[in-house]
C-alpha cells in the first residue's frame, strides 16, 4: 500500500508518529500486535481499510 501511494517508510513513520524501526517490524508483518490508534493513523495517511494492510493466518496450520 505504500508503494502504491508512492510513500516511503520513514515519511509515514513521521506522518502516523511512530518511529521508522518499529513501522518496518509492522510491515515486515513481524509484530505481535497493533495498537488500534496507531492502524488508524496509518489507514488515515495511506487511505485504505485495514483489511488492505492485514490479514489472518492459522498459525495451527
Known amino acids: 500500500m ?3 501511494r508512492k510513500v516511503s517508510l520513514n515519511e509515514l513513520s513521521e506522518r ?3 518511529t ?3 513501522l518496518s517490524i509492522l510491515k515486515t508483518g513481524k509484530a505481535k500486535a497493533i ?3 496507531t492502524l488508524e493513523a496509518i489507514c488515515k495517511e495511506l ?3 485495514p ?3 492485514m ?3 492459522d498459525e495451527e496450520m
Open 2 to 4: 505504500m508503494a502504491k
Open 16 to 18: 502516523v508518529g511512530i
Open 20 to 22: 521508522p524501526a518499529n
Open 35 to 37: 495498537r488500534f490508534s
Open 47 to 49: 487511505q485504505c481499510q
Open 51 to 53: 483489511g488492505d494492510l
Open 55 to 57: 490479514e489472518w493466518v
